[in-house]
């Protein structure tokens, strides 16, 4: 609700002086610049800082222009702008912020607005996440062994490829392990390729 501002009091009279500082922007008021004085306090001051000030700003003295209490205001709580939602699971409307649906008692990981497709996809995601973890963690042995570091390589690959949109989500300790034992793998492969070439030439040698 706009309100109208509030006038300044009435300029007092300009007066003249020795140099003094400003009550407001505690400059000195050179004998050039125009200059005036609360008529209470009788503080000194710029003709322009008392305009822009619309009185005194002595603490305690009566010329001190009357600030207006603003009235609190309730902003309701809302997600990009909205104050309510869809429950992905049931439907009803639920606050924005809502991490759990007071319907049908389903709890969310955030507070982001998702539909049903995204929110059952998050939720095929988090129950596939601990399968996908001890995958990685087999991968990584399989790569440190130099027998099966091969097969860590090829089919590690393969399953990175397929599930690293799901990874992306998880802990990085995760993807980090998964890819730990393909480098490793990919590595030994290739060491244990570069041996074998080198065995066969010498005996054939």
């Known amino acids: 609700m706009s309100t109208a501002p509030v006038q300044p009091p009435p300029l007092p009279p300009r007066t003249s ?21 609360c008529p209470e306090c009788n503080a000194p001051y710029h003709a322009d800082c008392w305009q822009d000030n619309g009185g005194c700003a ?3 003295c009566s010329q001190v222009p009357q600030t207006e209490k603003l009235a609190d205001v309730e902003i309701p709580v809302a ?31 955030t507070a982001r607005p998702q539909d049903h497709v995204e929110f059952a996809q998050d939720a095929a995601r988090k129950m596939r996440a601990p399968s996908l973890k001890k995958t990685a963690v087999w991968i ?19 399953w990175y490829a397929k599930n690293k949109h ?6 990085i300790v995760s993807r980090a ?5 393909l480098f490793v793998g990919a590595g030994q492969t290739v060491l244990f390729i ?10 054939g040698d």
């Open 58 to 60: 002595v603490y305690g």
């Open 17 to 37: 002086g020795p140099v003094s500082t400003c009550a407001i922007c505690q400059c000195p008021i050179e004998a050039h610049e125009a200059r005036t004085s």
């Open 194 to 203: 570069i041996l074998m070439t080198l065995f066969s030439m010498f005996r």
């Open 140 to 158: 990584l042995i399989l790569g440190l062994v130099p027998f099966t570091a091969p097969f860590a390589a090829i089919f590690g690959g393969i």
């Open 177 to 181: 392990l998964a890819l730990i034992g």
């Open 79 to 109: 997600y990009w702008g909205q104050e309510n939602k869809p429950c992905p699971v049931c439907g009803n409307t639920i606050l924005a912020v809502a991490l759990r649906c007071r319907f049908c008692g389903t709890t969310f990981d």
């Open 166 to 171: 799901d990874l992306a989500t998880m802990p």
